[in-house]
């Protein structure tokens, strides 16, 4: 068992309030999954449960983390001090032969994980793979996975689901990826930043993730009504009583000298209206809030953007794609024209990414289109040391700058994040500014690599929507089954003997 004990967290940058007094018990049985926009804390909250100490250098902290259990924790991305370790070097300490059937369930046989590979080489997918297996190797007591989805194929997404299901563990994640939380999670703790992230929320359901959002549309539905009504009903009774009010003020304005007792009368009348007028105040003190929620992020692209639908966007042709002196893929066709919505999934190692690269080099000097690039690695393209404003209002130009900052409003991002440095944002937020410099932009052609994976579960519906919308066309690589679904026109997968079409379920 996990318990947390009046928890506060704040930012001291900015004092920002992420966790306020929480407390909250992950119990036997547990799949509890953390969700909220970008840059609300979600990763933060899991560090200071691991270790306090990971939170230490950027945040103030109070209250209690009590456990016996011992604790394995994923972290979002793979500690570089690693990277130069091989694999063998990894799993030394471990009696892997112990586990060769999860071993096996990921995809890695034993000549892999012994070998002299280091993990820097690795795929994003493989990495997850590893750590995973590394951590069951462990025998913890209690898991918490920092977004164990990112970079997972489809089949080893599938594991997943499987094993957060039926882990004896309890277990307590992050994730963007509504399909795993659909499928998981019992659990949810939904942490929202309200009033332009001047106050923090933790909402805690058991119940499944669609359950907690079709309960909570509910209850704000009928919150909303209920608030309404009060203040519809307030408003027709201070009418009436102004009515009266004004009638009574002046009848005691026209009363004679030669009426004193009809005066004491209307005098004692206004007293008991004056009475009643106090008593509707007192009453509306106590009525029922509007529902607070966290806004939606607001994003589109140009509706007037289009391409026709004839325009030759790319012919590609490619005999071997190779990385690290390997051949990953042989006799690679690739054909683009107009509105195409292109998806490309395939096992993790399979060299989509290199792939996905080597389509940005063909396109990215062209004049005919306006291409944009969001690669795996933000940082190949994002200077991690400009601020947003810098990055998106390129010339600096009061007009660009002023377009900057209302997109960057409508993605909620705060003064001080539009103002601070690319580095101090989280995943989620650099995915953001990379969105919004393609609207900026005007790009008409977008090579996305897992464009959704750093977007929470509530903002990736609406960027589902704008890229299903876009009226352009769109290369991708992609895992998440609900982007496919939704937003690709055609879907490949890359093997080694190339690119081929695959049905995917609409």
Known sequence: MLELKNIKISLKNDGRQLVDDFSFTLKSGDKAVIIGEEGNGKSTLLKFIYNRELVDSYCDWEGNVVTKSKLAYLPQTMDERHYEKTLAEYFEETEYYLYTDILAQLGLSLEFILS???????????????????????????????????????????????????????????????????????????????????????????????????????????????????????????????????????????????????????????????????????????????????????????????????????????????????????????????????????????????LLALLWKEIKDRQDIIPAYMPQNYQEVLDFGKTPIQYLAENYTKEEVTKARTYMGSMRFTHEEMTGKIRNLSGGQRAKILFLDMVLKGANVLLLDEPTRNFSPLSGPVVRNALKNFGGAIISVSHDRKYLQEVCTTVYELTETGLHKIAYDK
């Open 116 to 354: 002299e590979q280091k993990l820097g080489t690795l795929s994003g997918g493989e990495k997850v793979k590893v750590q995973l297996a590394r951590l069951c190797m462990d025998a913890p007591d209690i898991l918490l996975l920092d977004e164990p989805t990112n970079d997972l194929d489809i089949s080893t997404l599938n594991w997943l689901e499987k094993f957060i299901s039926r882990s004896r563990l309890p277990i307590l994640f992050i994730s963007h990826d509504e399909t795993l939380i659909e499928n998981t999670a019992n659990v949810i703790l939904h942490m929202e930043q309200l009033i332009r992230k001047t106050t923090c929320r933790i909402s805690v359901a058991r119940c499944p993730y669609r359950e907690y959002l079709s309960n909570r549309r509910n209850r704000f539905a009928h919150q909303q009504q209920v608030a309404q009504k009060q203040r519809d009903d307030y408003d027709k009774q201070m009418e009436k009583w102004r009515q009266i009010y004004n009638r009574v003020d002046h009848e005691q304005r026209a009363i004679t000298r030669q009426d004193p007792g009809g005066g004491r009368l209307l005098k004692k009348k206004m007293h008991s209206v004056l009475s009643m007028g106090k008593r509707f105040e007192r009453e509306k003190e106590n009525f029922i809030d509007f529902p607070e929620q966290e806004e939606a992020i607001l994003t589109k692209f140009d509706e007037k953007l289009s391409l026709p639908s004839g325009k030759m966007v790319l012919s590609f042709s490619l005999d071997a794609l190779h990385v690290d002196n390997r051949c990953l893929s042989q006799d690679i066709q690739l054909t683009v024209s107009g509105k195409e919505h292109i998806g490309i999934t395939g096992k993790n190692g399979a060299g989509k990414s290199t």
